[in-house]
C-alpha cells in the first residue's frame, strides 16, 4: 500500500490516511535515540536508512518537494497530529527524516505519544472513532538540510523494541500476552485544519 504524499493539495483541501496497526507485528526499532543491547551496544542508533520501515504497510509517509534553498532547523519538532483509532488505546509514533537525492531517507529525530495519557494525569479510554488532537514532541535537533533534499514524515503506532508494545486495549503493557492484543484500524487527517509538523527554522549560516 502506497502512502507516500509528496507535496500538498489545493488550498482548503481534506483527506484522510488510513493504515491497520497490529501489535502482533509492530514496527521495528531503527535508529533514533536509543542503545538497545547487542552484540555492539548502540549499533542500531542515530540516523539510520529508513527503506524498510517506510516499505511497511503500517507506517504512513509523507514526503516535501526538493527544497530550493537549504534549511536550517535549530529547536524542537512537533508533531500536531489529528487522528482516529478503531481501539480503545494505541500509541502514535512519528519521525522526521532526510531524503537526499538519491532517495536515501535518514532518520533525523523521533517521537511517541501514549493516547491514554493524551491529557496527563490518569489514564482515559479513547472513544473508537473518534477525531482526536494530538501534540507529539520529535526532538529537539540542529540540523542544515541542504538545498535539493527534502524532508519526510513517518506515522505509525508502534517502535519496538524501543518502546513496550501498546496492546491497543486498556491492558497494562508490562504484563500482556498475545491474548490482550487487539488490531486497530487507524486514520490521519491531512490537508487544511489538519495533521502538521512544527519546525523551528533557524537563519541559515552565511557562506564562506
Known sequence: MDHRVAGGGPAGEQATLTYRSDPANPVPTTGGVT???GLLVARNSGPKDQAAIEARDDVLV???PPLETGLTIAGEVVLHLEAASSAEDCDWTARLTEVDPAG???????????AR????????????????SYW???GSIAHVVPA?????????SSNHPRFDRNPQTMADPAGVTGDDFAVADQTVFVGAGGTH???PIAPG???G
Open 35 to 37: 542503545f538497545l543491547p
Open 62 to 64: 509523507l514526503t516535501s
Open 104 to 114: 536515501r531517507s535518514a532518520g533525523l529525530v523521533d517521537g511517541i505519544l501514549r
Open 117 to 132: 495519557y493524551r491529557h496527563g494525569g490518569d489514564a482515559v479510554a479513547l472513544v473508537p472513532g473518534r477525531r482526536e
Open 136 to 138: 507529539l514532541p520529535l
Open 148 to 156: 535539493g533534499h527534502r524532508l519526510r514524515l513517518q506515522i505509525a
Open 197 to 199: 509538523l512544527v519546525i
Open 205 to 207: 549560516l552565511p557562506e
